[in-house]
């Protein structure tokens, strides 16, 4: 009977360390893909399964709008900055991952220099709220003050998507800035497709930022990175490298993320447009 026990304890201890030993292995092979997940940001348009009819009346281009009239009675020499993170859309199966991060890491950057910041996100950044938000910065783009606006989210064929996921077009903002005087701003758009921001946006006096051209993709990048690929790069150029101007730390994002894609196989196309004069401190 002893001997019977003894080995029955021998058996359950083998069992259970089989089973440790099994949950190891699992644990360890569920982590390390996870520690390299990262997912693409696509063209919102490959998600909308909105009839065409329906989905026409929600895009807005320069035919929707009009310039901002600016405020000329405003404070002078102010820094003013506008930063969109949308990772919550309409309909869960249109959601992203840490654009509502790259948000929040882009206000505590642009503070700490010294701007007053309206940040909007996720379910707060509706079309209405958004074209609010937008007619009081370009209103304050007076000549004097500092202008930054941010963008994470969808992009497709050169519009940014709101939470009720209206398009909202490169055209659309180069009319909204038309009648700015700012002669120091800078935009940035982390999102698929988003590269006519670029070309509607350059202007005297402005660097505008976009991390990808008119086709290809934008990607969230993994746990540790907890930003979109671009603006982690962005973000880190600020942190660990030391860049003090934004067109260097553009530069390194942009080089960064081409260096991450090739890495994985994956084609980007990051760029930034340059069109002021001297070197652009935040």
């Given amino acids: 009977m002893k001997t019977q026990h003894l080995l029955k304890v021998a058996l359950a201890t083998l069992a259970l360390g089989l089973i440790f030993q ?4 699992e644990e360890q092979f569920v982590a390390e893909p996870e520690q390299g997940t990262f997912t693409v940001r696509p063209d919102f348009a490959t998600l909308d ?5 329906v989905i026409a009346q929600f895009k807005l281009t320069d035919k929707h709008t009009a310039p901002v009239k600016l405020i000329e009675s405003g404070e002078k020499g102010a820094k003013y900055a506008l930063v969109i993170g949308i990772s919550d859309y309409s309909g869960t199966a249109n959601d992203l991952q840490y654009c509502d991060d ?8 642009l503070q700490a220099e010294g701007y007053n910041v309206t940040i909007i996100t996720d379910r707060n950044a509706t079309k209405s709220a958004i074209e609010s938000a937008v ?8 000549a004097g003050n500092e202008i930054a606006f941010c963008y994470s989210g969808h992009g497709s064929s050169g519009n940014i998507i709101s939470t009720d996921l209206y398009y909202i077009s490169s055209s659309w903002f180069r009319t909204k800035f038309l009648y700015s005087a700012s002669t120091k701003m800078m935009f940035c758009f982390d999102a698929c497709q988003i590269g006519a921001m670029k070309t509607a946006l350059n202007k005297t006096g402005r660097v505008v930022a976009v991390a990808s051209n008119t086709t290809v993709y934008s990607y969230d990048g993994d746990a540790t990175m907890r930003n979109g690929v671009f603006t982690y790069y962005q973000m880190r ?3 660990y490298m030391g860049y003090t101007y934004l067109e260097p730390d553009c530069s390194y994002a942009c080089t960064q993320m081409q260096s991450w894609a090739s890495a994985r196989g994956l084609t980007v196309a990051p760029s930034y447009a340059d069109s002021y004069s001297g070197n652009f401190d935040l």
């Fill in 22 to 25: 099994g949950c190891t292995k």
């Fill in 49 to 53: 399964t909105r009839p065409e009819s």
């Fill in 102 to 109: 790259d948000a929040y890491d882009w206000r505590t950057r």
């Fill in 135 to 142: 007619n009081t910065l370009a209103s304050r783009a007076t």
């Fill in 237 to 239: 150029g600020f942190d």
